[in-house]
């Protein structure tokens, strides 16, 4: 079965930090740029961040460059995002998805609240 699963969101403190992982299965994960997206509440999907189907190259949204770093392991078909220093408005449902878009996760749900 060709899915994306994604896992460890929460609530966390303004200033703390979460690691989301998204496991791969039924396809060559290897093969493909991935990316994590959000949506906040009332608001559209946002990409956060990208990283190539090697790990070489990596993009990152100006809010949350330097705080967010996106990893992936291909032998181990895993994409994680750490995100450090989160602020409320990080609040949001994030998914893992194939950069084309073609596959999403059914998402986790990150809150930053005190």
Same mark, same amino acid.
């Given at each position: !079965?060709?899915? /994306?699963?994604e896992?460890?969101g929460?609530?966390? !403190?303004?200033?703390?930090s979460l690691?989301?992982?998204?496991? $791969?299965? *039924?396809?060559?994960?290897g093969? =493909?740029?991935m #990316? +994590?997206? &959000? !949506?906040?509440?009332? #608001? *559209? /999907? %946002?990409r956060?961040?990208? @990283?190539a ?6 993009? =990152?949204?100006?809010?949350v #460059?330097g &705080?967010?770093t @996106?990893l &992936?392991?291909?032998a181990?078909?895993? /994409? +994680? /995002?750490?995100?450090n220093?989160? #602020?409320? %408005?990080d609040? $949001?449902?994030? =998914?893992?998805a194939?950069?084309d *878009? ?7 749900q990150?809150?930053v609240?005190?």
């Amino acid at each position: !079965q060709v899915q /994306l699963v994604e896992s460890g969101g929460g609530l966390v !403190q303004p200033g703390g930090s979460l690691r989301l992982s998204c496991a $791969a299965s *039924g396809f060559t994960f290897g093969s =493909y740029s991935m #990316k +994590w997206v &959000r !949506q906040a509440p009332g #608001k *559209g /999907l %946002e990409r956060v961040c990208s @990283i190539a189907s090697d790990g070489s190259n990596t993009y =990152y949204a100006d809010s949350v #460059k330097g &705080r967010f770093t @996106i990893l &992936r392991d291909n032998a181990k078909n895993t /994409l +994680w /995002l750490q995100m450090n220093g989160l #602020k409320p %408005e990080d609040t $949001a449902v994030y =998914y893992c998805a194939t950069n084309d *878009g073609r596959l999403r996760g059914q998402g986790t749900q990150v809150t930053v609240s005190s």
